[in-house]
């Protein structure tokens, strides 16, 4: 379920007095993977992603390889070490497969590095200039939680399939697309108490304010065993809810991803579509798995969030959940974790007006269940 719970208000963000660091979109996720041929074979033929570029032995690369899969805005990198040394290697060891780099699409690499670092930010790489055939791009990065990086992309002066060094990739597997069409937001865990420093990195650090919350009071239920803050960007085009785990009545899946990534991590990508019965019909059948939603969940549904335009039957039958706040309602789905280990997972989402995150499948699902509980007398 969502663990980004609190809900928030996007209309209420804090304005900022100068943007310093303007973001014009998710621009790639990377992940280091113990085998990058086979997790691009997945997100292709599981998810619909299109094979876009790829970087290896076979480009004059010697430690590792890249491939690159595209569907609407969202780019996924999947990178795997062909040595035995190295960060990746050493990466995979530590945390598992997992995203290690958080692209940011920006008009001045530089800038923001110089930006960003004076305020604080912790550098992870200087400013770069690749160039090919295709053009140039400059590239440079800061650390953020955990081993997570963000690395900013200047790409004006480039027409090439995705950066200097990368070929084309071309499959005669074909996939189709299943309907993603951008990244909606990016979940990072963080340790206990960390919360609050990691917004305030993004506050400081990189302009963002924190959507405010039109109902903190109801994130404190007994129910609840973690805390979350979402961050945005001046332009809103880019949100971090961060994580952490609170004391609960059992050990939060907070605190589980803590213990098996060895640290903080992104712990979830929520992808936009515009048809969340069509897109989640399609993974489903290509083998995608999603989390159980108990049946009674729908027995009590649009009495909290009111009418919908879907048919319930399809959403009961998927195991789509429904949220609503001031502005509209959202659809929402979470997949089980992709990795070996519990960490990572997926988030498909539809927003019918709705700015907020889901908070009310919170605790709308745990009531569920111990209504199942309870009829099987188990409570
Ligand atoms: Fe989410």
Redesign the pocket.
């Known amino acids: 379920m969502?663990?980004?719970t609190t809900s928030q208000q996007l209309k209420k963000v804090v304005p900022q007095a100068e943007d310093f660091l303007p973001l014009l979109g998710t621009d790639f996720v990377e992940l280091y993977v113990g085998n990058a041929k086979q997790a691009a074979f997945y997100y292709q033929q599981a998810w619909g992603f299109q094979p876009v570029a790829y970087s290896g032995l076979e480009t004059g690369r010697k430690d590792s390889v890249s491939y690159v899969l595209q569907q609407g805005k969202i780019r996924l990198v999947l990178t795997s070490a062909l040595q035995p040394e190295g960060d990746i290697n050493r990466h995979i060891s530590q945390h598992g497969d997992g995203v290690k780099v958080v692209a940011l699409w920006v008009d001045d690499a530089t800038k923001s590095f110089e930006e960003t670092t004076k305020r604080g930010a912790e550098p992870y790489m200087e400013p770069t200039t690749r160039e090919d055939e295709h053009g140039k791009v400059v590239l440079s990065g800061i650390h953020t939680y955990g081993e997570t990086v963000h690395v900013f992309v200047e790409r004006s002066q480039y027409d090439g399939p995705f950066l200097p060094g990368y070929k084309k990739l071309e499959k005669k597997f074909q996939t189709e697309p299943v309907g993603l069409k951008y990244i909606d937001?990016m979940?990072g865990n963080v340790g206990w108490n960390e919360m609050n420093k990691w917004c305030e990195f993004y506050a400081k650090v990189m302009g963002f304010a924190q959507l405010v919350s039109f109902d903190d009071k109801d994130i404190s239920t007994e129910y609840t065993a973690l805390m979350s803050k979402v961050m945005s960007n001046g332009n809103g085009r880019i949100k971090f809810?961060i994580n952490e785990p609170a004391e609960g009545r059992k050990k939060s899946q907070i605190e589980e991803y803590i213990d098996f990534y060895n640290g903080a991590g992104v712990q979830?990508i929520?992808v936009a579509t515009d048809n969340i019965i069509e897109t989640v019909t399609q993974l489903r059948d290509r083998g995608v798995e999603f989390l159980y939603v108990p049946e009674v969940y729908y027995d009590t549904v649009l009495d909290r969030v009111g009418e919908i335009d879907e048919d319930l039957a399809p959403l009961k039958e998927l195991g789509i959940l429904i949220d609503r706040d001031d502005e509209g309602y959202l659809l929402q789905i979470f997949t089980k974790p992709v990795l070996d280990r519990p960490t990572m997972f997926f988030?498909i989402?539809q927003r019918k007006g709705a700015q907020s995150?889901?908070k009310g499948n919170f605790k709308a699902l745990f009531e569920a269940i111990e209504r199942e509980q309870e009829s099987r007398g188990t409570l």
């Open positions: 969502s663990t980004d937001h979940v809810p979830h929520a988030e989402i995150f889901g």
